[in-house]
């Protein structure tokens, strides 16, 4: 049986039918709120250069500051700025301030290898902004009941939030901030007027069962270093070690020795 979700192939056209969805009835009212919180969240982004990520045709950034600003596709049809595989892009290591990884996670095979690849290219301090659909909202619980019998984006397999955040945390990531939107049903009925995005109850108390979620993750330099385990801290106590203080990015001075003891070493 044949897997209707976004294959990472540059003959797929299923990235063009996704890309349809967000033009009309309930996907253009998706892209509309999620534009909004782009807006809020890129107008005052610094750096100098900009890759969105994803399989549509309309842009992100339109507010942000950024000089240099790109779109990255596999498909001409998409109309990108660069023709290439999100998860093999000709962009060096460590090179993108902010990268906009747009519905893309939910509909391919392997969704660690582009959310790595996607990781690699952003540099210390970067931002990574990732937009998903919640599972576990109305738009999750339509997409379980349909089985994939239905169209985009109800076919795709829906990330949790929480699983996106310990991804990231592996990939030296720290999370900033979770969005949530999205509160209405998961249909366009047209007798009845689009919420704004920032209004209502779930969207001002941020609650987490909006069928959109938006993370925005900070790279840093070097692995974390976990803090140690109350039984790790009571060992330190009493072990009579003198340990030196630890200082960022996980290195470790060199014990410092009084005058005297380093005539004594000598």
């Given at each position: 049986?044949?897997?209707k979700r976004l294959t990472m192939e540059p003959a797929d056209k299923a990235r063009i039918t996704l890309a349809n969805w967000f033009e009309a009835g309930v996907g253009q009212q998706i892209f509309a709120t999620e534009q909004a919180l782009h807006d809020e969240l890129l107008e005052d982004s610094v750096g100098y250069h900009l890759l969105q990520i994803s399989a549509q045709v309309k842009r992100l950034y339109d507010r942000s500051?950024?000089?240099n600003k790109r779109r990255v596709a596999e498909l001409a049809g998409l109309t990108p700025d660069l023709i290439a595989s999100p998860r093999q892009m000709p962009v060096?290591?460590?090179?993108?301030?902010?990268?906009?990884?747009?519905?893309?996670?939910e509909f391919v095979h392997r969704p660690q290898s582009l959310l790595t690849e996607a990781a690699r290219v952003v540099m210390p301090q970067g931002v990574l902004i990732i937009t998903g659909f919640n599972p576990l909202s109305l738009w999750g619980l339509r997409g379980f009941a349909s089985r994939g019998r239905e169209g985009f984006p109800f076919n795709g397999k829906f990330l949790a939030a929480s699983k996106l955040m310990d991804w990231l945390n592996v990939l030296n990531f720290k999370i900033d901030r979770v969005l949530y939107a999205e509160f209405g049903l998961p249909m366009f009925l047209p007798w009845v007027?689009?919420?704004d995005f920032g209004l209502g109850l779930g969207r001002r108390y941020n609650l987490p069962f909006g069928g959109v979620f938006v993370i925005v993750a900070r790279k840093y330099i070097g692995p974390l270093t976990p803090s140690p385990s109350g039984r790790q801290r009571r060992f330190l106590r009493f072990s009579g070690l003198s340990l030196p203080d630890r200082v960022p990015d996980g290195l470790t001075p060199?014990?410092?020795?009084?005058?005297?003891?380093q005539r004594l070493s000598l």
């Amino acid at each position: 049986m044949k897997d209707k979700r976004l294959t990472m192939e540059p003959a797929d056209k299923a990235r063009i039918t996704l890309a349809n969805w967000f033009e009309a009835g309930v996907g253009q009212q998706i892209f509309a709120t999620e534009q909004a919180l782009h807006d809020e969240l890129l107008e005052d982004s610094v750096g100098y250069h900009l890759l969105q990520i994803s399989a549509q045709v309309k842009r992100l950034y339109d507010r942000s500051p950024i000089p240099n600003k790109r779109r990255v596709a596999e498909l001409a049809g998409l109309t990108p700025d660069l023709i290439a595989s999100p998860r093999q892009m000709p962009v060096l290591e460590d090179q993108i301030d902010v990268v906009l990884l747009h519905h893309l996670l939910e509909f391919v095979h392997r969704p660690q290898s582009l959310l790595t690849e996607a990781a690699r290219v952003v540099m210390p301090q970067g931002v990574l902004i990732i937009t998903g659909f919640n599972p576990l909202s109305l738009w999750g619980l339509r997409g379980f009941a349909s089985r994939g019998r239905e169209g985009f984006p109800f076919n795709g397999k829906f990330l949790a939030a929480s699983k996106l955040m310990d991804w990231l945390n592996v990939l030296n990531f720290k999370i900033d901030r979770v969005l949530y939107a999205e509160f209405g049903l998961p249909m366009f009925l047209p007798w009845v007027r689009p919420p704004d995005f920032g209004l209502g109850l779930g969207r001002r108390y941020n609650l987490p069962f909006g069928g959109v979620f938006v993370i925005v993750a900070r790279k840093y330099i070097g692995p974390l270093t976990p803090s140690p385990s109350g039984r790790q801290r009571r060992f330190l106590r009493f072990s009579g070690l003198s340990l030196p203080d630890r200082v960022p990015d996980g290195l470790t001075p060199s014990p410092k020795l009084t005058i005297d003891q380093q005539r004594l070493s000598l």
